[in-house]
């Protein structure tokens, strides 16, 4: 979040008229002609920045410029009358004390003053040079990143560099501490050469011991050629198919089997209702074989009476003796023992029909019985073991997927260590020069990569295909082209994209982030070579860029003339150095 922004810019002078600048947070413009003052605007910032001279003219009558910061905790009012060498400030923020502080020196520094609004209040000193030498962080030391003037916007050079060579570090390092909050303290200028090497020996010797141990470790897990990370688990998991497979078969050999014991229980009840009743039909045919004897018996015993004399005279007293008519006898047993062997030749064919039912009973219990045993042994002989095998199997992958995984770990140490000890190795006294440049590690170039491509993408670049920001000389490649291969214009452009990018970074992923940009002439000098039509849509793309991205803190254009587009969002001040209509410029009566 940006801890302030420039409210008011007022320049005044004995007997002048107070020039009044409003801004807000956000996208703020001003536009006009030339010669209308606007330069005015920012060299009046960078005076109350600290700067030594400003080029606003004593002859204009004008020679006060004032600043009124808003803050989350009060405001503050920055005055400095022009060739003076001291800030007046007047404070309503509990963090920013009132007073007159001074544009150099160690004490009370109007450099403290600002650092304190991005929050920075301790005293900070920077590496300033390849020697470890320090000086004292200020505003001014990177306060190039976000104030272009317009002499610079076209630049071959980074706008992140100072015009100063031997100011780079220094620059770099500020604009290090402003990302990490690091500044190298405990940097020191050069170590013991014998105490170096010591140390480089035992590290040496710690690294190679690792690396000996992994060596041994390496050995012990056993890896079988071509099995790598991914063949292993494709058979891990069609093991585990089969293992699904196999145990639904199992289920189902198992369910079966149930139902077969079921119905071998049910058949055997057939067959015992079948014996049962097969001796009962062997009792009542032992029945009917003994009724038809006896029948057999009266009947012959009848007809043998009818050969027999009836005696009609008593032996004894020779009375007459009556003979009665026993007839009836023979007839009803001659009609019972045909009544028997009707029914025996009936039991006779029940006992063939139960007989042949009894017999296909025990075929079909024989072919479930047979069944039964096919189904225990699929079980038993086949998938069990099956199930066995596979699970061995799938332990046996799972451990070499384990022994791989391992493998590979040890192998990634070994990697880093031994870049760690060539790293160490290859270091040599040179190296202990201080080298601002490789401290930027990747993550930083890779965001605002990202960061300058975003915005190139959504200003409609001319042929943009790519673009990268170089650890060399901090600054933009497009299209494989460093800047310096393009005119002004697109110098111009280049740079103002990269100083937005930084903006942005610094707002979103740096710990410290100043959220001000003050850009002077961004899009004057942009020409396309042979279609003027290009050129208007890469100017509108970038307003309209800045119009819809203002959320990195408070930025501040400065331009001739705008592209047509809705800046309902942004504060327009527009000068017309027309003295009928609207503001002729910047200063009152100055024409």
């Given at each position: 979040?940006?801890?302030?922004?420039?409210?008011?810019?007022?320049?005044?002078?004995?007997?002048?008229?107070?020039?009044?600048?409003?801004?807000?947070?956000?996208?703020?413009?001003?536009?006009?002609?030339?010669?209308?003052?606007?330069?005015?605007?920012?060299?009046?910032?960078?005076?109350?920045?600290?700067?030594?001279?400003?080029?606003?003219?004593?002859?204009?009558?004008?020679?006060?410029?004032?600043?009124?910061?808003?803050?989350?905790?009060?405001?503050?009012?920055?005055?400095?009358?022009?060739?003076?060498?001291?800030?007046?400030?007047?404070?309503?923020?509990?963090?920013?004390?009132?007073?007159?502080?001074?544009?150099?020196?160690?004490?009370?520094?109007?450099?403290?003053?600002?650092?304190?609004?991005?929050?920075?209040?301790?005293?900070?000193?920077?590496?300033?040079?390849?020697?470890?030498?320090?000086?004292?962080?200020?505003?001014?030391?990177?306060?190039?990143?976000?104030?272009?003037?317009?002499?610079?916007?076209?630049?071959?050079?980074?706008?992140?560099?100072?015009?100063?060579?031997?100011?780079?570090?220094?620059?770099?390092?500020?604009?290090?501490?402003?990302?990490?909050?690091?500044?190298?303290?405990?940097?020191?200028?050069?170590?013991?050469?014998?105490?170096?090497?010591?140390?480089?020996?035992?590290?040496?010797?710690?690294?190679?011991?690792?690396?000996?141990?992994?060596?041994?470790?390496?050995?012990?897990?056993?890896?079988?050629?071509?099995?790598?990370?991914?063949?292993?688990?494709?058979?891990?998991?069609?093991?585990?198919?089969?293992?699904?497979?196999?145990?639904?078969?199992?289920?189902?050999?198992?369910?079966?089997?149930?139902?077969?014991?079921?119905?071998?229980?049910?058949?055997?009840?057939?067959?015992?209702?079948?014996?049962?009743?097969?001796?009962?039909?062997?009792?009542?045919?032992?029945?009917?074989?003994?009724?038809?004897?006896?029948?057999?018996?009266i009947v012959d015993g009848d007809l043998s009476r009818e050969e027999l004399v009836a005696t009609s005279k008593c032996p004894f007293c020779e009375g007459d003796i009556s003979i009665q008519d026993e007839g009836g006898y023979a007839e009803a047993s001659r009609a019972e023992l045909h009544k028997i062997k009707l029914?025996?030749?009936?039991?006779?064919?029940?006992?063939?029909?139960?007989?042949?039912?009894?017999?296909?009973?025990?075929?079909?219990?024989?072919?479930?019985?047979?069944?039964?045993?096919?189904?225990?042994?699929?079980?038993?002989?086949?998938?069990?073991?099956?199930?066995?095998?596979?699970?061995?199997?799938?332990?046996e992958y799972r451990q070499a997927i384990e022994i791989q995984n391992e493998a590979a770990v040890i192998h990634e140490y070994e990697m880093t260590m031994k870049n760690e000890l060539y790293e160490m190795l290859k270091v040599e006294d040179s190296e202990a020069e201080f080298k601002i440049r490789s401290h930027f590690?990747?993550?930083?170039?890779?965001?605002?990569?990202?960061?300058?491509?975003?915005?190139?993408?959504?200003?409609?670049?001319?042929?943009?295909?790519?673009?990268?920001?170089?650890?060399?000389?901090?600054?933009?490649?497009?299209?494989?082209?460093?800047?310096?291969?393009?005119?002004?214009?697109?110098?111009?452009?280049?740079?103002?994209?990269?100083?937005?990018?930084?903006?942005?970074?610094?707002?979103?992923?740096?710990?410290?982030?100043?959220?001000?940009?003050?850009?002077?002439?961004?899009?004057?000098?942009?020409?396309?070579?042979?279609?003027?039509?290009?050129?208007?849509?890469?100017?509108?793309?970038?307003?309209?860029?800045?119009?819809?991205?203002?959320?990195?803190?408070?930025?501040?254009?400065?331009?001739?003339?705008?592209?047509?587009?809705?800046?309902?969002?942004?504060?327009?001040?527009?000068?017309?150095?027309?003295?009928?209509?609207?503001?002729?410029?910047?200063?009152?009566?100055?024409?």
């Amino acid at each position: 979040m940006t801890k302030f922004y420039i409210e008011k810019l007022i320049v005044t002078g004995t007997g002048k008229e107070p020039s009044i600048l409003d801004f807000k947070p956000g996208l703020n413009i001003v536009s006009g002609p030339s010669d209308t003052g606007k330069s005015y605007v920012l060299e009046c910032i960078d005076y109350l920045f600290g700067s030594d001279n400003t080029r606003l003219d004593r002859n204009t009558g004008y020679d006060w410029v004032k600043l009124i910061i808003a803050t989350n905790t009060g405001r503050i009012t920055l005055e400095r009358q022009v060739d003076a060498n001291k800030i007046k400030v007047s404070s309503t923020s509990r963090n920013i004390d009132s007073g007159t502080y001074a544009i150099s020196g160690k004490n009370h520094n109007i450099s403290d003053l600002w650092l304190q609004l991005i929050g920075i209040t301790k005293d900070h000193h920077i590496i300033k040079n390849s020697r470890f030498e320090r000086q004292r962080l200020t505003w001014r030391t990177f306060s190039h990143m976000l104030l272009i003037k317009e002499t610079n916007v076209f630049q071959e050079a980074s706008i992140i560099m100072p015009k100063q060579n031997t100011a780079s570090t220094a620059a770099l390092s500020a604009l290090y501490f402003l990302i990490t909050g690091k500044d190298f303290a405990e940097a020191e200028t050069k170590e013991d050469k014998k105490v170096k090497e010591a140390r480089k020996h035992a590290v040496a010797a710690y690294i190679n011991n690792r690396l000996a141990d992994f060596s041994v470790r390496k050995a012990e897990l056993v890896i079988k050629p071509h099995q790598d990370a991914i063949t292993l688990q494709e058979r891990v998991e069609a093991v585990l198919d089969d293992i699904v497979k196999i145990e639904n078969a199992i289920a189902e050999s198992i369910k079966h089997n149930k139902q077969l014991l079921k119905e071998i229980f049910d058949t055997n009840a057939q067959l015992s209702e079948c014996n049962t009743l097969y001796n009962r039909y062997q009792s009542l045919r032992s029945q009917y074989a003994a009724d038809i004897n006896r029948l057999t018996f009266i009947v012959d015993g009848d007809l043998s009476r009818e050969e027999l004399v009836a005696t009609s005279k008593c032996p004894f007293c020779e009375g007459d003796i009556s003979i009665q008519d026993e007839g009836g006898y023979a007839e009803a047993s001659r009609a019972e023992l045909h009544k028997i062997k009707l029914q025996l030749s009936d039991l006779f064919e029940a006992e063939s029909d139960l007989a042949n039912e009894r017999t296909e009973i025990e075929k079909n219990l024989a072919i479930l019985s047979a069944k039964k045993s096919a189904v225990e042994d699929l079980l038993n002989g086949e998938l069990k073991p099956k199930v066995e095998i596979l699970k061995k199997n799938l332990s046996e992958y799972r451990q070499a997927i384990e022994i791989q995984n391992e493998a590979a770990v040890i192998h990634e140490y070994e990697m880093t260590m031994k870049n760690e000890l060539y790293e160490m190795l290859k270091v040599e006294d040179s190296e202990a020069e201080f080298k601002i440049r490789s401290h930027f590690n990747q993550d930083i170039i890779d965001s605002l990569d990202a960061y300058i491509n975003k915005i190139l993408k959504q200003c409609k670049y001319e042929g943009f295909s790519s673009a990268y920001f170089s650890p060399n000389n901090f600054d933009v490649f497009v299209n494989g082209k460093s800047k310096g291969s393009f005119g002004k214009g697109y110098r111009a452009f280049l740079n103002t994209v990269l100083a937005v990018a930084l903006m942005e970074y610094l707002a979103e992923q740096s710990k410290y982030s100043p959220g001000l940009l003050i850009v002077d002439s961004p899009i004057l000098s942009l020409k396309e070579r042979g279609d003027e039509k290009a050129s208007d849509t890469m100017k509108a793309a970038l307003f309209q860029y800045l119009l819809d991205n203002q959320n990195a803190g408070q930025i501040i254009i400065i331009e001739n003339s705008i592209p047509k587009l809705d800046y309902s969002k942004a504060n327009v001040i527009s000068f017309t150095k027309d003295v009928a209509q609207g503001r002729y410029g910047f200063l009152y009566d100055v024409c």
